[in-house]
C-alpha cells in the first residue's frame, strides 16, 4: 500500500510542475500594462533605409544590414558584427522578442550570437561573440560551438556581470551563468524565435524551436529569481565566427516595456512628433509607389524569388562528389591495370609459342607457323630446353592471375552498388533530417573504405601466389622482348596507386578536424 502512496504522490508531483510551467510561461502578461518601444525595435519590410541606415539602430563590424533583416556576422572565418540601440532605455522593465536565423554548410557551427542589455555599448569587434568583453549587464548567449568538448552544443545560457569579469570561453561560461538549456537552434526550417522577458527582477527567457510556423509554440527555457539589472541601458545584438562558419541573420528585435497597473509612464511630449509622424507616412507612400513602379516597369523580373541556394552544394552533395570521384580514380587505375594485364598476357602466349617452337625443333617436327598479327617469333638461345612442368607451371600461374582479375571486379561492381544505393537514399531522403542523413553517408563510405581494403588484399594475394612460384617468375623475367616488366614491379606500382586513393581520404579527414577554431 504505502510504494503505491509514494507512486501517486510522485505522479501528483510532476503533474503540478507541467500545470505550474505551462500557465506561467509568461508570469508579466498578467495584470501588467504593455506598451511597444518603436525607438527600440526593428522589423521588416524596409527594415534598413536607401542609405543602410536603420533607424534608432547603428551597427558597425561585419554586419549588414538590408531591408528585410540584418546579417551580424556571415558565413566567413573569423568575422564580428554588432547592432546597438542609440538611446538606453527609459523603462526598468521589459519584454524582447528576436526572431533569427542560424545556417551553415556543416554539422558543427561556430561561434554563436548573443543578445545584451549593457550600460555601456560594446565594441564592434570584442572577443565576447563580438561584443566587448567584463560588460556591466546582461547577456544571453546562443553558443553553436563547443569549446569544453563536453558535447553539450548549442546552448543557451544567461550570464550577468558586474563589469569586472572576464567570459571563461574554455568551459563556454559554465562557471559563469546563471541558468541555460541545450537547443538546438542551427539549421531550423523556421525562423527561431527567443523571448526574453524581465520584470519584478524576475528573468524569463522562452524558446521557439523553429520545427513549426506557429508564432506561438514557445517553450520554458530559463527563470531566475533576484536578478538585478542596471538601470537605462543599452539593447544589443552581436555574433561571431571563428575557424567555421554560420549565417547569423535578425528578422525581428521587437521591445515592450511592461509597466504594473496604475503606474503607467507617460510617453516624454516631442515639439514635432506630428510632423515626424506625417514625414514618415509621406515615406512609406513614396516606397510603396516606387515599388508598384518597377513592377510595372520589370513584369518578367523576379529577382527577389530566385533561389540562391542552388549555387551552392549541399552537405550531401559534397559527400557523393568526392565518393564520386574517388570511385573515377579507381576506375581509372583498373582500366591500367587490366591494360597491363592483358600486356603479360600477350607477352605470355608469344612466350609460350616460342617454347613451342623450341621442342618442335629439339623433337625434329615442323615448326608451328607465327600468330597472326602476333610479333616476330625467335629461337631460344644457347639450345636449352624447356620441360613439359615448366609450361604447366607457367599455364597455373596464368590462371591464378585472372581469378585474382576477376576477384578484383566483382569488388569493383560491388562498390558501383553501393554507390547507387547512396544516390537512391539521398534523393528520398526528407531536407528536414540533416544529421541522421549525414550520419548515414558516413556509415556508408566506411564500408566503400572496407571495400577497397578487400581490393588491396586481393591484389596483395596475387603477388603471394606469384611470389610462390619462383620458376614460372623466373621464365616471364626471362622475356624474349626487350620491354618486358616484372611482376612484382608491376603489383608495387598497382599497390601504390590505390594507396594514393585512401591517402586522400585520411587527409579529407584530417583537414575537417584542423578546421576547428581554438581560442
Request: aromatic share 10%.
Amino acid at each position: 500500500m504505502l510504494p503505491t502512496f509514494f507512486k501517486f504522490l510522485a505522479i501528483f508531483c510532476i503533474f503540478a510542475k507541467q500545470t505550474y510551467a505551462t500557465t506561467n510561461l509568461s508570469p508579466g502578461a498578467v495584470g501588467v500594462h504593455r506598451r511597444f518601444e518603436y525607438k527600440y525595435s526593428f522589423k521588416p519590410p524596409y527594415l534598413a533605409q536607401k542609405d543602410g541606415t536603420v533607424p534608432f539602430w547603428e551597427y558597425g563590424g561585419n554586419a549588414i544590414a538590408s531591408s528585410e533583416s540584418v546579417r551580424v556576422a556571415p558565413s566567413l572565418r573569423s568575422q564580428k558584427g554588432a547592432i546597438w540601440t542609440k538611446t538606453p532605455t527609459n523603462f526598468d522593465w521589459w519584454d524582447v522578442e528576436i526572431v533569427f536565423r542560424v545556417t551553415g554548410r556543416g554539422r558543427i557551427g561556430a561561434d554563436g550570437l548573443a543578445f545584451w542589455y549593457t550600460t555601456e555599448k560594446g565594441d564592434y569587434n570584442g572577443p565576447v561573440f563580438g561584443s566587448s568583453d567584463r560588460w556591466n549587464g546582461l547577456g544571453i548567449i546562443f553558443d553553436s560551438f563547443d569549446n569544453d568538448n563536453k558535447h553539450n552544443n548549442p546552448y543557451i545560457s544567461a550570464v550577468v556581470n558586474d563589469g569586472t569579469k572576464q567570459y571563461d570561453h574554455t568551459n563556454d561560461g559554465t562557471t559563469q551563468m546563471l541558468s541555460g538549456c541545450l537547443r538546438d537552434f542551427r539549421n531550423k526550417p523556421f525562423p527561431t524565435r527567443a523571448r526574453i522577458e524581465y520584470y519584478n527582477n524576475v528573468l524569463t527567457v522562452l524558446i521557439h524551436n523553429g520545427m513549426t510556423n506557429n508564432n506561438d509554440d514557445y517553450e520554458l527555457c530559463m527563470r531566475s529569481d533576484g536578478v538585478n539589472l542596471p538601470k537605462n541601458g543599452y539593447f544589443g545584438l552581436s555574433a561571431a565566427t571563428g575557424g567555421l562558419a554560420d549565417d547569423h541573420d535578425v528578422f525581428h528585435f521587437l521591445t515592450t516595456s511592461l509597466h504594473a497597473a496604475g503606474q503607467v509612464q507617460e510617453p516624454q511630449k516631442v515639439d514635432n512628433q506630428e510632423k515626424l509622424t506625417a514625414e514618415y507616412n509621406e515615406y512609406q507612400d513614396k516606397l510603396e509607389k516606387q515599388k508598384l513602379e518597377y513592377k510595372k516597369d520589370h513584369p518578367n523580373e523576379h529577382k527577389d524569388e530566385e533561389d540562391w541556394e542552388e549555387f551552392y552544394e549541399s552537405e550531401n552533395q559534397r559527400e557523393l562528389r568526392q565518393i564520386w570521384q574517388g570511385q573515377s580514380q579507381i576506375a581509372e587505375h583498373l582500366r591500367e591495370l587490366s591494360r597491363k594485364v592483358d600486356e603479360i598476357i600477350g607477352r605470355q602466349e608469344n612466350t609460350l609459342t616460342l617454347v613451342s617452337r623450341g621442342l618442335a625443333a629439339n623433337a625434329g617436327q615442323a615448326l608451328p607457323p607465327p600468330a597472326a598479327g602476333g610479333v616476330p617469333q625467335q629461337q631460344l638461345s644457347g639450345g636449352g630446353v624447356v620441360s613439359r612442368s615448366d609450361v604447366d607451371l607457367l599455364l597455373t600461374n596464368q590462371n591464378v592471375l585472372l581469378s585474382s582479375i576477376r576477384e578484383i571486379r566483382q569488388l569493383v561492381g560491388d562498390i558501383n552498388v553501393r554507390t547507387d544505393n547512396i544516390q537512391t537514399n539521398q534523393k528520398h531522403a526528407p531536407t528536414a533530417q540533416i544529421q541522421s542523413t549525414g550520419y548515414d553517408v558516413q556509415t556508408l563510405i566506411a564500408e566503400m573504405r572496407d571495400g577497397m581494403n578487400q581490393v588491396k588484399q586481393g591484389i596483395s594475394h596475387v603477388g603471394q601466389k606469384l611470389q610462390s612460384a619462383p620458376q614460372a617468375g623466373a621464365q616471364v623475367a626471362n622475356c624474349p622482348t626487350g620491354s618486358c616488366v616484372g611482376v612484382t614491379l608491376f603489383l608495387s606500382v598497382t599497390v601504390v596507386q590505390l594507396l594514393l586513393v585512401f591517402i586522400y581520404n585520411i587527409f579529407k579527414n584530417r583537414s575537417e578536424a584542423q578546421a576547428k577554431k581554438f581560442y
